[in-house]
């Protein structure tokens, strides 16, 4: 990641996540679909890149923004390592790929389409805005 000295704050990220951190351009995430909706489940298949204006409630990517899908698993309360899209209900994001930091209500906009793995859960407190994401199943 073009670092010389690397702190981490978290005793209990295993040496294979701190492996990941370091090497290699894009942090690997574990994830189980919610979903079985084949344009949902593509979303697996690529990498992101996070967007650098960090939200308090989201790891966000825009590059997949301009999908449209339809209104579904629309999770009144959205719990963290939850991984969700915008749907048609969110006109001027609808397509970006989130994964929740924190509890936030969603007025129906964001389809739930996986969870993030055990094994994963320290990662997303620890991933940055414009870094390098992918999914792994």
Known sequence: LGMDVVCVGDAYLSDSEFDELLNTESITIKATPLTDIVEELEFFDKEYILRKDESKYFLRSSSTRGIKLQSHNTLKKLEKYLIV?????????????????????????????????????????????????????
Do not use: A, C, H, W
């Open 85 to 137: 899209v915008d749907n048609i209900n969110m006109p001027r994001y609808f397509g970006e790929l989130e994964i929740i930091k924190n509890p936030i209500v969603n007025d129906g906009s964001m389809n739930v389409i996986g969870v993030v793995k055990e094994e994963s859960k320290t990662l997303i407190d620890l991933i940055k805005g414009g870094q390098r994401i992918k999914f792994k199943l």
